[in-house]
């Protein structure tokens, strides 16, 4: 990617980096106050979580994913959740022989996490194939890079098969309050923890969440996982002895933040906005955008090989995603991050416009 970088960097009106999912908009000032006050860290955090943060986990559930009955049992922060993608393998026991399924288009981490504890990694978007070998299953919707959202159809044979091979299945959930297109407009996109998917019964089924995207918290690295007490209470065990515990002046951010939803649609009316200048331009240059309905990104393909795209986007000073980062399934596509801001995604759609005289 590098010299594509550098290409796209030596373009007049400057590069517009829409590569990477890291958000430019400021931290709510309901949170950066949380933090402030919350200074006189003296004694070490608890790794459960404060008694508030974990209230403010279970409430944040039930109001915003309808996801009601867990107890403080079934809920653990974490530091991010990309330390929690890497690490659940090995946190929960899994090595060689062990099969991790994953999305086709997929979050690279996934797989390192599977490679990090000698386990295989096994990309299948269909329950039906998933191997007798299979230990853990990664699910994520609104997925990353391809924006789609699983149905509750969908994750209830998900679960049902999970169960089938004795499996912990997980959803990797932290763009969920970004829905785009019809019905996620109006309508919660749908939980693992759902209870239309898990009939009250948990076992084994995890989600996991962070407020990286839907309150730029990147930097603060507040998430938390929800679900099944067995398998978090080994998490549990591990992350005391491991250290992995989150910082106090984060997890009273972190209750802040999961308290306050005026925030949360102010960023999503952001990204919404942006969205709507970015896509119609991509359309407008040749590309066709796939899934998307939910997320930060693009999901998008000109018909030609990816990196000739992403060539020739260097060329008008703009910088995206090749799909092979994202597994060896979609060779011909790009993906385009909604994270610049209203000024560099402009520029960006003036320049597609131009570069076909639309």
Same mark, same amino acid.
């Given at each position: 990617?590098?010299?594509?970088?550098?290409?796209?960097?030596?373009?007049?009106?400057?590069?517009?980096?829409?590569?990477?999912?890291?958000?430019?908009?400021?931290?709510?000032?309901?949170?950066?106050?949380?933090?402030?006050?919350?200074?006189?860290?003296?004694?070490?955090?608890?790794?459960?979580?404060?008694?508030?943060?974990?209230?403010?986990?279970?409430?944040?559930?039930?109001?915003?994913?309808?996801?009601?009955?867990?107890?403080?049992?079934?809920?653990?922060?974490?530091?991010?959740?990309?330390?929690?993608?890497?690490?659940?393998?090995?946190?929960?026991?899994?090595?060689? =022989?062990?099969?991790?399924?994953? *999305? @086709?288009? &997929?979050?690279?981490?996934? %797989?390192? #996490?599977?490679?990090?504890?000698? +386990?295989?990694?096994?990309?299948?978007?269909?329950?039906?194939?998933?191997?007798?070998?299979?230990?853990?299953?990664?699910?994520?919707?609104?997925?990353?890079?391809?924006?789609?959202?699983?149905?509750?159809?969908?994750?209830?044979?998900?679960?049902?098969?999970?169960?089938?091979?004795?499996?912990?299945?997980?959803?990797?959930?932290?763009?969920?309050?970004?829905?785009?297109?019809?019905?996620?407009?109006?309508?919660?996109?749908?939980?693992?923890?759902?209870?239309?998917?898990?009939?009250?019964?948990?076992?084994?089924?995890?989600?996991?969440?962070?407020?990286?995207?839907?309150?730029?918290?990147?930097?603060?690295?507040?998430?938390?996982?929800?679900?099944?007490?067995?398998?978090?209470?080994?998490?549990?065990?591990?992350?005391?002895?491991? =250290?992995?515990?989150?910082?106090? *002046? @984060?997890? &009273?951010?972190?209750?802040? %933040?999961? #308290?306050?939803?005026?925030?949360? +649609?102010?960023?999503?009316?952001?990204?919404?906005?942006?969205?709507?200048?970015?896509?119609?331009?991509?359309?407008?240059?040749?590309?066709?955008?796939?899934?998307?309905?939910?997320?930060?990104?693009?999901?998008?393909?000109?018909?030609?090989?990816?990196?000739?795209?992403?060539?020739?986007?260097?060329?008008?000073?703009?910088?995206?995603?090749?799909?092979?980062?994202?597994?060896?399934?979609?060779?011909?596509?790009?993906?385009?991050?909604?994270?610049?801001?209203?000024?560099?995604?402009?520029?960006?759609?003036?320049?597609?416009?131009?570069?076909?005289?639309?």
């Amino acid at each position: 990617m590098l010299p594509f970088a550098q290409q796209a960097r030596a373009h007049t009106d400057g590069i517009v980096d829409l590569s990477i999912g890291s958000p430019v908009d400021a931290t709510p000032p309901v949170v950066q106050a949380a933090l402030a006050h919350a200074t006189d860290a003296h004694a070490y955090p608890q790794t459960t979580g404060t008694p508030a943060l974990q209230r403010a986990i279970i409430d944040w559930y039930a109001r915003r994913r309808g996801v009601t009955g867990l107890a403080e049992k079934n809920v653990l922060p974490t530091i991010g959740s990309k330390e929690l993608v890497a690490l659940l393998p090995f946190m929960i026991g899994l090595g060689e =022989g062990d099969t991790i399924v994953h *999305p @086709l288009a &997929a979050y690279p981490t996934y %797989a390192i #996490g599977a490679a990090m504890a000698g +386990a295989e990694a096994f990309p299948s978007d269909d329950p039906a194939d998933w191997p007798q070998s299979t230990k853990l299953i990664w699910l994520n919707s609104p997925g990353n890079p391809d924006g789609r959202v699983l149905s509750v159809e969908f994750l209830r044979t998900a679960v049902a098969r999970a169960r089938e091979l004795g499996a912990v299945i997980v959803n990797d959930e932290c763009y969920a309050e970004l829905g785009w297109d019809a019905p996620w407009v109006s309508e919660p996109i749908p939980s693992i923890l759902d209870p239309r998917v898990t009939d009250g019964d948990t076992r084994n089924i995890v989600a996991i969440y962070s407020l990286s995207k839907q309150s730029n918290m990147a930097g603060y690295r507040g998430a938390f996982a929800a679900g099944c007490a067995d398998v978090l209470g080994r998490l549990l065990t591990v992350r005391k002895h491991a =250290g992995l515990m989150l910082p106090a *002046p @984060l997890q &009273a951010a972190m209750v802040a %933040a999961l #308290g306050d939803d005026a925030h949360v +649609a102010v960023q999503r009316e952001r990204y919404r906005a942006r969205r709507e200048v970015l896509l119609p331009a991509l359309v407008a240059a040749g590309f066709t955008i796939d899934r998307s309905e939910a997320g930060l990104y693009l999901w998008a393909t000109a018909g030609v090989d990816a990196w000739e795209s992403i060539r020739h986007l260097a060329g008008l000073g703009i910088l995206a995603g090749p799909g092979p980062f994202y597994g060896d399934f979609y060779p011909e596509h790009v993906r385009f991050s909604l994270t610049a801001d209203d000024e560099r995604i402009a520029a960006a759609a003036a320049r597609l416009r131009a570069s076909v005289g639309a």
